[in-house]
């Protein structure tokens, strides 16, 4: 081969790798705007005909990027190119993305928006995704943690009313379950992940635990009793299975559907994959997180998910106008129906809403005395402690609440200093 | 110049661009979270400060990191004793003439083309404790059922299980090319000379697939020491911190506290203790010709 033939192949090499390594996906036309939106489900891509009807040069890229890691790969993106302009966010993050800059405040946009429009919205999930006095996401839905319980066992057994608090979830559990047939009383989530701790957030909240400046106050009356209960319900009372250390959402929800549990702590949208599982509403019923005492205030904390702009956004307009198509009645409904819950009093109007979930009244109750979780930048790594205190209390029997208390408190505490 | 002086100036013309894209998308990471690793750097001071061996310092002193090197080691050589025993062992075999032995080789790097993340969700679900089948099955026998994600001693060997699930069928493949590639004149002479078939194996077999061997162990201690989404999406690391390997705690060091400076100095170590375990593995099977 000759001296030139030689250089032209390796520079026709060159040229193919260097292109390889620098080639980008197909760019809009230039009168045409692409939004990209990462949802952390395929639930949150809800039908675009009429989107794409009336806005036709606004062109919706959706990415679903699992909860597990939403929250990872926008950290990692945001600034870059790679970056979503619109996201769906745990309500957990929006402190955490905030606090960095990467969301853009949206006070003026929704001043814009029609007030009886912004009425239809429940208030307080308005004050949800606030930080520091400014709001940086758009309420979209909510799920609220809730006592699931086989109310067809609790009749066939006698017992007339539902579990309101521990004392009674003790009883009812204790009379209906078998462990020999591997029938327990009660399932929560116990693995090491963030549902661990939002589920036992408002146990610690329904117990009187108290949060100063967002901040669990673990090391208290409360927090020691919300550690101890785990351990005691685990291993003195013998209602949960001594695996449930390792009870991921899939074991606590599982349990409940597979009719292994009598009663389940967990998310109000699990309630259609109950339903899905063969056992009807009505069979199974939702109650509030019990109390202590039976005249304890009735309270939750629930987790929501409302979509934010990311600041690095060139499009925050034509964004924040996806975002209210999605947030719209009619998208509420359409995702609502048979996930998590919806945030519009209108929605709650549609008798077709009841129809698909019987116990949409209840959640709305619900909604009226939740408060948020804690809204702090530092919440993933106060997460993670609050998981090894509750992997400690389920996994050993001999756990000292107090000590471990003290500990997470210290610990938690040094995150803030 | 010389017609061999063209010839390597075209070879290397050609691997050069592999070469530095290579290199760009490799190397420079490396370096990047080898300089990062001397460095204060978290998600929320991104622009960094020099701290000199803070990070190190921190990381050693650390009792939790401290406990995930001993679960790293135990994990790593369960593994390899594990998958180096079991591959030897299929290879042999599917190195016989049996029935259907191209179905067989095929079926048996099904294990290796799952992804990681999916061997950790499919033993989790076999394993789970009151739903899993395997806990089903000793219930039907009336075998008492074992706590194997939920109690620490067992979770290791549930973790340990399914890593070496993953990675038996790459050992099979490497050690059975091995085997086919030995001179069957070997063995008959080996054997017209009064041998047994175990002094066959040990003598003429296994010294002959020493270079396979070491491929292999190399490999899979490898895999197994930056083995972290099987173990992440087994246990997360759990119960308590029971199966918290090196590579979790440095994972959740950089992506869920965004500690990306001390989590850079956890990559290092870890890619130190890789570079000298190979370099040490390298010494033993040579040390043995």
Partial sequence: ?417 | MTARGKELRFAYGLISPTFVVIMLLLGFPLVYAFVQSFQHVTVYDPAGEFIGLGNYREAFSDPHFIDSITRSFVFVASSLVGAVIIGLTIAVLLNRTIPARRALRALVLLPFIVSEVSVGVIWQWMLAPQLGIINWILRYLSIPTVRWLSEPNWAMFSIIFANTWRLTPFAVLILLSGLQSIDRNYYEAAYIDGGSHWQVFRLVTLPLIKPMMLVTVVYLSFASFNQFATIFSLTGGGPGRGTEVMALNMYRTAFQHFNWGYGSSLAVILFLINVLLSVTYSKVFERKD
Wanted: glycine share 6%.
């Fill in chain 1, 1 to 417: 081969m000759c001296n030139a033939k030689r250089s032209v192949l390796v520079l026709a090499l060159v040229a193919f790798v260097v292109g390889l390594a620098f080639a980008g996906g197909a760019e809009a036309p230039p009168d045409e705007v692409e939004l990209t939106v990462w949802g952390v489900r395929d639930e949150y891509l809800l039908d675009l005909d009429e989107w794409y009807e009336e806005n036709p040069d606004i062109r919706i890229e959706y990415e679903v990027v699992p909860w597990e890691r939403h929250l990872e790969q926008l950290l990692l993106t945001a600034g870059t190119a790679r970056a979503p302009d619109i996201a769906s966010l745990d309500l957990p993050w929006v402190a955490i993305l905030a606090d960095l800059g990467h969301l853009l405040a949206l006070d003026d946009y929704v001043a814009q928006i029609p007030q009886d429009d912004r009425d239809d919205i429940t208030p307080a999930m308005w004050d949800f995704p606030r930080y520091e006095g400014d709001l940086y996401a758009f309420p979209f839905t909510t799920f609220g943690r809730a006592l699931f319980y086989r109310a067809d066992w609790f009749e066939e057994a006698g017992l007339s009313h539902p579990p309101e608090t521990w004392e009674d979830v003790v009883i009812a559990a204790q009379e209906l379950q078998d462990p020999a047939n591997d029938i327990w009383g009660l399932s929560v989530r116990g693995r090491t992940d963030d549902g661990t701790t939002q589920g036992w957030l408002p146990i610690f909240y329904a117990m009187g635990g108290e949060f100063v400046d967002e901040i669990p106050q673990i090391d208290s009356e409360a927090g020691v009793q919300a550690l101890e209960l785990y351990r005691a319900l685990t291993w003195d009372y013998e209602i949960m299975s001594p695996d449930t250390v390792s009870f991921g959402s899939g074991e606590a929800r599982g349990l409940f559907i597979a009719g292994q549990a009598v009663m389940s702590i967990i998310g109000s949208h699990i309630a259609p994959a109950v339903v899905e599982g063969g056992t009807e509403y009505g069979d199974f019923k939702l109650a509030h997180i019990p109390r202590l005492d039976r005249d304890d205030p009735v309270v939750n904390m629930p987790t929501t998910f409302q979509w934010a702009i990311l600041s690095n956004s060139e499009h925050p307009d034509e964004a924040m106008k996806f975002i209210q198509y999605l947030s719209r009645t009619e998208g509420q409904f359409e995702y609502s129906k048979g996930y998590m819950e919806a945030v519009r009093a209108s929605v709650y109007d549609m008798p077709e809403y009841h129809e698909a979930k019987p116990w949409a009244s209840f959640m709305l109750e619900d909604q009226a005395v939740s408060s948020p979780l804690p809204r702090v930048p530092q919440y993933a790594q106060m997460s993670d402690i609050i998981q090894d205190a509750l992997q400690e209390m389920l996994g050993n029997p001999d756990a000292n609440a107090s000590e471990v208390a003290a500990e997470t408190q210290r610990r938690i505490d040094e995150l803030f200093d």
